[in-house]
């Protein structure tokens, strides 16, 4: 099982590799030194989680149709090659806004739409294949251990640019991207060799078929399963909806070049890294939800210092903060995919997984937007670059808050009750159809 769990977190970090200079270099240069609005960069970043809903379809379908025998590969494997597409496509996309917008636009569509497909593709399949090769019981180390080589992946893959960036010009860039695309397509394909067993076509012809509202309908029938996809969607915009702002944050209000703003995610990567080994050292001396709580709790004052430090320019608090977001992201991560684990039901794992990963994907979308268009907006009524990022964290702050206020109210012994006294939307609409 070990060098399974090394190969899904493999494939984990091919994927994260290629969100890495989209969600940092990328949107430095279009925002700041493009002078491209937040509002249209964080839109067409945004622009893959539109594809969100997808992943119910494509868990469900996955599970039906496997391809040469595999249920998951086949899907990875497309998924990682649209997203190395993507993001080798994407730095022509910011150079051809500025000097063409009308044909700027429909190549970012086309560069960020490939990866979007490819995200969604992929980051379904793999992770209901590390729900399928991993017991109740392992899934915490499986998640550990895919997250501790994707958030290393993600370190060396912001260095690497820092110094392929350093000095900025267009063509550094543009090649940067070219070795990290090509790097993730090598390290994803070393990840699915010999990982999945083969299944007979026979087997999943005769699993359950689900149209799209029975699908919908079955994950949110259950009162505990709405309440943690609304919960997850909330916290996951605020934890992330900062992607694509930190760097060009730092820039406006400490100056920082794109080098040392790329060199930020490295410090996120580092705590991130320190607090997967917190929460798996944790992992049998403290309840899951309790790890949540205390995530959640970490990356909301990290939010406070970084809105405070941009008020009163101070580089040590703004570090400060990003030091306690990369902590608090770290523990909310672990908790909170060890509970989405738990929140699955035996027989359709790429149906709940894909939901899941549908909440992901819409809190990416909300957060994003939701950031770049407040920045926008903030700047220009309060005329000033700094306040406007500012606000945009202070909504972070409350989003947060939120999600700590629901969280007390989700309990996985209730939901498996539920699923268990209960007949699901498919079994009653089975029954019906028998009458």
């Known amino acids: 099982m070990t060098r399974k ?66 249920r998951r590969t086949p899907y990875i494997v497309l998924g990682l090659l649209l997203c190395v ?43 209901s294949l590390a729900t399928e090769l991993s017991d109740e019981k392992g899934r915490g180390k499986t998640i550990a251990v895919m997250w501790f080589m994707m958030i290393v992946g993600i370190i060396l893959t912001a260095v690497l640019l820092s110094r392929m960036v350093e000095p900025y010009t267009p063509a550094a860039m543009m090649r940067a991207f070219w ?18 067993e083969r299944t007979t076509t026979v087997e999943a012809e005769e699993e359950e078929r689900y149209s799209w509202g029975t699908m919908l309908g079955a994950i949110m029938e259950n009162r505990q399963v709405s309440l943690f996809f609304v919960y997850l969607v909330i916290l996951l915009a605020a934890l992330l909806g900062q992607d694509i702002l930190l760097e060009p944050y730092a820039g406006e209000a400490f100056g920082m070049t794109v080098a040392q703003a790329a060199r930020i995610t490295s410090l996120w990567g580092v705590c991130f890294l320190a607090a997967l080994l917190i929460a798996g050292a944790l992992e049998t001396r403290v309840r ?38 990369g902590i608090g992201t770290g523990l ?24 899941w990963g549908m909440a992901n994907a819409a809190s990416r979308l909300t957060g994003s937007v939701l950031g770049g268009v ?27 808050l939120g999600s700590l206020i629901l969280l007390r109210y989700i309990d996985v012994d209730r939901f498996r009750s539920q699923m268990e006294e209960q007949p699901s939307l498919i079994e009653r609409a089975a029954m019906a159809s028998d009458t």
């Open 85 to 127: 597409a993507g993001v080798v496509i994407s730095p022509q996309v910011a150079f051809l806004i500025a000097d063409n917008f009308a044909a700027g636009l429909l190549v970012g569509l086309l560069a960020f739409g490939a990866w979007g497909m490819g995200y969604n593709l992929s980051a379904v399949s793999y992770l």
């Open 332 to 355: 909310s991560t672990v908790s909170n995919l060890a509970l989405m684990l738990d929140m699955t039901v035996a027989g359709k794992i790429g149906l709940f997984i894909g939901a």
């Open 179 to 196: 070795v990290v695309g090509l790097s993730a397509l090598v390290l994803g394909m070393l990840g699915v060799v010999k990982l999945e």
């Open 5 to 70: 769990r090394i190969q899904l977190g493999l494939i984990h970090v091919a994927v994260a590799m290629t969100l890495v200079p989209i969600n940092s270099t990328l949107n430095r240069v279009m925002i700041k030194e493009l002078a491209i609005s937040a509002a249209l960069v964080a839109i067409l970043a945004s622009l893959p989680y539109l594809f969100s809903p997808i992943q119910v379809a494509i868990g469900s379908f996955s599970d039906r149709h496997p391809i040469f025998g595999l």
């Open 374 to 400: 407040v920045r926008d907006v903030m700047t220009r009524l309060l005329d000033d670059l700094v306040l406007g990022y500012v606000v945009v964290f202070g909504i972070e702050v409350v989003m947060l």
């Open 288 to 325: 899951k939800k309790v790890v949540a709580i205390w995530g959640g709790w970490s990356a909301l004052t990290g939010f406070v210092l970084i809105a405070v430090s941009g008020v009163i320019a101070n580089v040590s608090v703004f570090y400060t903060g990003v030091v306690l977001l």
